[in-house]
């Protein structure tokens, strides 16, 4: 069987630490997405199509090539109906995460495969977070420490951000810190592959 070459499409540097932590071989290729949110869009269906956008624009850059996959993702954090993006300064940060101070927030996060071979698949999960009360020196103090700009939320759950939390809901962290690993599984699978058949030398 000739194992197809993975395409992750995307440049954030999380989403490829992510993947190379299951020891598959891929390559990175940057999107070209428009993030702006449509009118009336959910979380979920915004998080979805901006993963399928991603995988889309990559797959559109390849179409003169054969046997390959390419993967898309997206994360928007939010509280019901109101979005909160990458904050980009220290200011930002802030209100965000007073903002969620004592409140359960919910980080919606896409997986799009799109293949050589027309398969596709996209699905979105749902990951929560319940903030403790935050002071306003805890909030200045963590935001100085793990400088969580490019983060959706302002947060960096992998690092000092957990102590900001008491209470998480989710079936993946992964899927929290920017990539659901165990639905790529799941995707690669509807595909008729393993995971494994990316490792390279398995």
């Known amino acids: 069987m000739i194992i197809p070459r993975l395409i992750l499409g995307s440049t954030s540097p999380y989403r490829k630490k992510l993947l190379a ?19 009336g869009e959910n979380a979920g269906s915004l998080a979805l199509r901006l993963g ?10 390849l179409q003169n090539e054969a046997n ?34 004592g409140r359960w927030v919910t ?21 929560e977070c319940r903030f403790r009360t935050l002071s306003s ?34 079936r993946d962290i992964n899927s929290l810190y920017g990539l659901p690993l165990m639905l790529l599984s799941e995707a690669l699978g509807s595909f008729s592959y393993s995971i494994f058949d990316f490792i390279k030398n398995s």
């Open 21 to 39: 932590s299951l020891g598959v071989t891929f390559t990175q290729m940057p999107p070209d997405t428009d993030e702006r949110p449509n009118p």
């Open 107 to 127: 980080f919606s996060t896409s997986l799009a495969l799109i293949a050589s071979d027309g398969q596709t698949f996209s699905a979105v999960e749902d990951y």
């Open 68 to 101: 390959w996959i390419c993967i898309g993702s997206d994360q928007v954090c939010h509280i019901e109906h109101r979005f909160y993006g990458k904050p980009g300064t220290a200011e930002q940060a802030a209100l965000q995460l007073s903002a969620f101070s």
């Open 52 to 61: 399928a956008s991603k995988a889309q624009s990559v797959a559109d850059q």
């Open 137 to 170: 020196h805890e909030i200045d103090t963590y935001i100085k420490l793990d400088q969580p700009l490019d983060c959706a939320g302002s947060i960096k759950v992998e690092q000092a951000g957990v102590s900001l939390l008491c209470d998480t809901r989710g």
